[in-house]
């Protein structure tokens, strides 16, 4: 065998081994026949730098392999640590040999025919699944090259557009138009109409950085324009074209539009502080379009994605969330107050400006005062006085809680304990801002409320002075001078019930008559004139006010509405009391008074009175005397859980004890009441003294 290696080792040496050995010529031939017939055994050898070599391996031991070239008589010897991989062929035809050479000079297309038509003639599983791999290999080299050709078209493109000032786009597309992509006759292999299309968007693109580098933020938007015809999928041209129209300020909602679709394609392609940034860039835009729902969302997704990123973020929010809750009335903010007041217990962490987290605790107080929960807003509220002292208009709202506790109390002692509160919090609002006129006008309807009527007086006309052209002040003043009139001697009467009037006509003439407080204003006008016993005119007003109530039905009536109509009732009643033969008549009037608004207090009283002169003539019947006295008595008593804090009704129920029904001791308890809310009647004095002398 070594004899037959050095014979054949050249061509030269094969022909003079024949000449001097005649015998060997034929056997030669034979051998020669059979190396041509059958299929070459071959190797194919990738050394470590990637480079390829073929051949018949020779001789092979653990650490070398000698290999003779393919298409050479040469023979290496390599050491195996050089090579990374040794592939092992049996039954290569010329086909696959040739296609082997072929991929070697990077002919793919011309390969990848040989090894198809390799392929065709290959019999076990094992070369069919070679040769597919070698086609695949040929394909990815064929689309890897027509894909360099577009990239070198659009690079050829891009420095023909910089040579004329992105002037002429034509010069650029028409070198990517020069490759056509696979789907089209004579196409390029590999190349999508998308690859295509994307090329083109991408000369756009670059024009465009040119125009938003000059600040022509218009004309770079209208180029992107032209970039999404190209290719309208790609994140990146939705988010450029976003941001330089949010930039231009010249058509914001079609950047919030860009902006939203850019986000969607890209989905997790950005990173978590270019997310953070769109989205914020997003809660802003929307926030001045005045879609707050959509701007809160996003923005909470800037602050998610990158907390210490935007710090403007959390104040963003907060005004987006409370712009919301401005935009709801009372009704739509009781439906799921859990839910908004935990938002705004979450917006309040997240640490907004200082301005905004007042306002936030504020609509926190309002939502738990909403739920009913008025500890709680107070306990809100006084979180604002501990964090910010000096910020106005906070004890206020503390002072109207507390009014609010007191109408709720179930006792005296917790009632007084509130109002007291109240006051103290509505006279430290007035030290911080002495120009609060509602504060003025609700500490004086508190005191009103528990009938210290001099408080209430003094009050308003603080407030009166201060706005004198607001209608509020003078709404209140008119009641109260009329209870005051009511309340003193005939000479002072005179000068509160004129004063009643002309507060009554500074109410009409600055609220006008379209609203429900002309009509409140023409009752107390009306009252006072029954007072003086101007009936007629009285009567006139009275009527008037009836007629234009009972006009509407009652259920369209507003509440101060129905109050005016259930007064105007009880008026007029007060006026057909006069005549003792129209007592009944009287007691008509005020029940259809009580009909219609069930807390006039006074109608109550008046309907006690009326009922009290119907028992004082039934001498006929004890027991009808008693029934009208003991109804007498539950209208006083009604009158009293209406105004707990009025001392006359006390008075009148006292009277009502000791005069009609004979019960000292009652009457006694009704007129210490009286004196202990601040009446100072001579006639209740000598009352409870005489009471006194009959019990030692």
């Known amino acids: 065998m070594r004899r037959w290696l050095i014979l054949t080792s050249s061509s030269r040496m094969r022909e003079r081994a024949l000449f001097l050995f005649p015998p060997l010529r034929l056997c030669f031939g034979f051998v020669a026949l059979l190396a041509w017939c ?171 950085k040119k125009e938003r580098d000059r600040l022509q933020y218009d004309l770079a938007a209208a180029s992107i324009e032209q970039a999404i015809k190209f290719a309208d999928n790609v994140a990146d041209l939705y988010l450029t074209r976003g941001d330089l129209l949010r930039r231009s300020g010249a058509n914001q909602n079609k950047a919030i539009e860009d902006y939203v679709r850019g986000i969607e394609l890209a989905g997790d392609q950005l990173s978590r502080g270019q997310q953070a940034q769109y989205h914020y860039d997003l809660g802003e835009m929307l926030s001045s379009k005045g879609r707050w729902e959509e701007a809160l969302a996003h923005l909470f997704k800037a602050i998610a994605l990158a907390p210490a990123k935007h710090k403007k973020a959390p104040s963003l929010a907060a005004e987006a969330y409370l712009a919301i809750l401005d935009k709801q009335g009372e009704r739509d903010l009781v439906r799921k107050a859990d839910e908004k007041t935990s938002m705004v217990q979450r917006l309040i962490e997240l640490g907004p400006s200082d301005a905004l987290s007042i306002r936030l605790r504020q609509r926190l107080a309002d939502l738990y005062t909403q739920k009913g929960d008025v500890e709680k807003a107070v306990e809100a509220l006084k979180g604002i006085i501990a964090a910010f002292p000096y910020v106005t208009d906070i004890h206020y709202r503390i002072s109207k809680c507390y009014m609010t506790m007191s109408q709720r109390s179930q006792t005296k002692e917790d009632r007084q304990k509130y109002l007291a509160l109240a006051e103290q919090e509505f006279n430290n609002e007035i030290a911080m801002n002495p120009r609060n006129y509602e504060a003025f006008c609700d500490l004086a309807a508190m005191y009103y409320d528990a009938f210290r009527l001099d408080n209430a007086s003094r009050a308003l006309e603080e407030a009166i002075k201060l706005e004198p052209a607001k209608w509020r002040a003078y709404y209140q003043m008119m009641h109260v001078c009329m209870r005051l009139g009511d309340r003193n001697t005939e000479a002072d009467s005179a000068k509160f019930y004129d004063l009643a009037m002309e507060n009554a006509k500074n109410l009409i003439d600055r609220r006008g008559s379209k609203y429900p407080e002309y009509y409140d204003g023409v009752m107390v006008q009306a009252t006072v004139l029954a007072r003086k016993k101007q009936y007629a005119e009285a009567e006139s007003k009275v009527e008037s006010v009836r007629k234009a109530l009972e006009s509407r039905p009652l259920a369209e009536l507003s509440e101060l509405e129905r109050l005016a109509l259930s007064e105007a009732y009880n008026q007029k009643g007060g006026i057909a009391l006069e005549d003792d033969a129209a007592i009944n008549l009287a007691r008509d009037d005020y029940e259809k008074a009580i009909a219609i608004n069930d807390k006039n207090a006074d109608a109550h009283a008046s309907l006690a009175e009326a009922v009290k002169r119907l028992a004082s003539r039934r001498f006929d019947s004890v027991e009808a005397r008693n029934d009208l006295l003991g109804k007498a008595e539950a209208e006083f008593k009604r009158a009293i859980a209406l105004e707990p804090e009025n001392p006359d009704r006390y008075q009148a129920l006292g009277i009502l004890y000791y005069r009609d029904m004979k019960d000292p001791a009652k009457a006694l308890e009704q007129f210490k009441e009286y004196q202990n809310l601040g009446g100072t009647s001579e006639s209740v004095r000598k009352y409870i003294d005489e009471i006194e002398r009959m019990s030692r």
Not at 43 to 60: A, W
Not at 87 to 102: L, P
């Open 38 to 208: 059958s299929p070459a055994m071959a190797v194919q050898i990738i050394l470590n730098s990637g480079k390829p070599i073929e051949g018949d391996i020779v001789e092979e031991t653990d650490n070398l392999i000698k290999v003779q070239l393919k298409d050479s008589q040469a023979v290496i010897t390599l050491g195996k640590s050089r090579i990374k991989e040794i592939v092992r062929s049996e039954g290569q035809t010329q086909d696959e040999s040739d296609g082997d050479r072929g991929m070697a000079r990077k002919e793919y297309a011309a390969a990848r025919d040989l090894y198809r038509g390799a392929l065709r003639q290959a019999k076990d599983e094992g070369t069919r699944q070679r040769l597919n791999e070698k086609i695949a290999k040929c394909s990815a080299g064929i689309v890897a090259a027509n894909k360099a050709k577009l990239e070198e078209a659009y690079r050829k493109g891009l420095e023909a557009l910089s040579k004329n000032g992105f002037v002429d786009m034509a010069a650029g597309l028409d070198l990517i138009d020069s490759i056509h992509p696979e789907n089209e006759p004579g196409g390029a292999e590999g190349v999508t109409a998308r690859d295509v299309g994307f090329k083109k968007a991408s000369l756009y693109t670059e024009k465009a």
